[in-house]
Structure formats: C-alpha cells, structure tokens
C-alpha cells in the first residue's frame, strides 16, 4: 500500500510559479510510474506530467511542456512539480498519483486509469 500527500499549492499571479511536492510512503515507491494529475471545476482530470521510477524520463502534456518540470528523490520518497509562468488556465486541484504496475512510461502513463494510489489534491489558482 502506497499512501501520497500533496502540499505546495496556493494562490499565485499570472506568471508566478509554485513547486508541489507529493510525499509517498511505502518501500516500494522507488519502483512505481509517478504521474501529476488536475482537475478543474466542471472539467474531467487530465494528465500533467509522469515520469518514471528512475526519474530518467518524463513527459507531459502539451498545455505545460516548457513550463512546468516533474522531478523524483526516491531516497526521501518524494515527487515535485515545478510549475513555472502559471496562467489562468492552470487553476485546478493538483493530484499526485503512483502506478505499481510499471516502471518506466508507457501509452497507459497518461490516462488516470493506469494509477492505483492517489492523493487528497492540493489546490492551484492563478490569477489574471
């Protein structure tokens, strides 16, 4: 069983930045897919950004490449997502999410249904 507490999220200006952290419990957190997560009101969730157990690759969607970064420290079993020049549109709760089923990315590392833990969420809004 893995469990994972967000933190980091606030109120921001447009072109602000934040770093949510996710911290997962669990020896076994090392070897899982990590992926980022949002959901907006009246909006469903969608991907943000996944990288593998060796923090060796990620990637992400294309409404956040060049702006935010996902990054892992499988030594303090810890996520980050550095979310640089926020927009309006980045407003949403942020959920960190492990997939114990893969290490590295696959097809599968972008739908929600892939994941087997989640966070509670932590919320982002960014104002205009």
């Known amino acids: 069983q893995v469990q994972l507490v967000e933190s980091g999220g606030g109120l921001v200006q447009a072109g602000g930045s934040l770093r949510l952290s996710c911290a997962a419990s669990g020896r076994t957190f090392s070897s899982y897919v990590m992926g980022w997560f949002r959901q907006a009101p009246g909006k469903e969730r969608e991907f943000v950004a996944a990288i593998s157990w060796s923090g060796g690759s990620a990637d992400y969607a294309e409404s956040v490449k060049g702006r935010f970064t996902i990054s892992r420290d499988n030594g303090k079993n810890m996520v980050y997502l550095q979310m640089n020049s926020l927009k309006p549109e980045d407003t949403a709760v942020y959920y960190c999410?492990?997939?114990?089923?893969?290490?590295?990315?696959?097809?599968?590392?972008?739908?929600?249904?892939?994941?087997?833990?989640w966070g509670q969420g932590t919320q982002v809004t960014v104002s205009s």
């Open positions: 999410a492990a997939d114990r089923n893969r290490r590295a990315l696959y097809f599968g590392s972008y739908y929600s249904t892939s994941y087997n833990y």
